[in-house]
């Protein structure tokens, strides 16, 4: 719960600064992405300025989520080791369970020998 509203806490006033970012950042501006011609028309891009605003916003949860995931891959592979290792001792506990148990459990009727005549 606690958790609910502190992202609500969070994620309300960000909402807040990015709607009025985009209202107030509509006019079109051009990202040119040469730059030693800043007027070469093939390698620029004309869009309202709260587009390149979203476009960075988004590029760097995707860089940034990219980097944890990497960063944390070491612990993924241990608990994928540790799981292993747990269901092999489990087996091997079960093989040996099923190795000491009795022949007959408790409850079973013994099995009666057929007559011949």
């Not at 040996?96 to 013994?110: I, N, R, V, Y």
Request: no cysteine; glycine share 4%; proline share 7%.
């Amino acid at each position: 719960m606690i958790k609910r509203i502190l992202s609500l806490i969070i994620l309300i006033p960000l909402a807040v600064v990015l709607i009025t970012l985009s209202v107030t950042n509509r006019q079109t501006v051009t990202l040119a992405l040469n730059p030693f011609d800043p007027s070469d028309q093939v390698l620029s891009v004309a869009a309202p300025f709260f587009v390149f605003l979203f476009a960075a916003l988004m590029l760097g949860m995707v860089l940034g989520s990219l980097a944890t995931w990497f960063r944390q891959g070491r612990y993924r592979s241990r608990a994928r080791r540790n799981k292993r290792e747990a269901v092999k001792w489990h087996r091997e506990a079960d093989k040996l369970k099923a190795d000491q148990a009795p022949e007959h459990q408790p409850g079973d009727l013994p099995a009666i020998p057929a007559r011949s005549h």
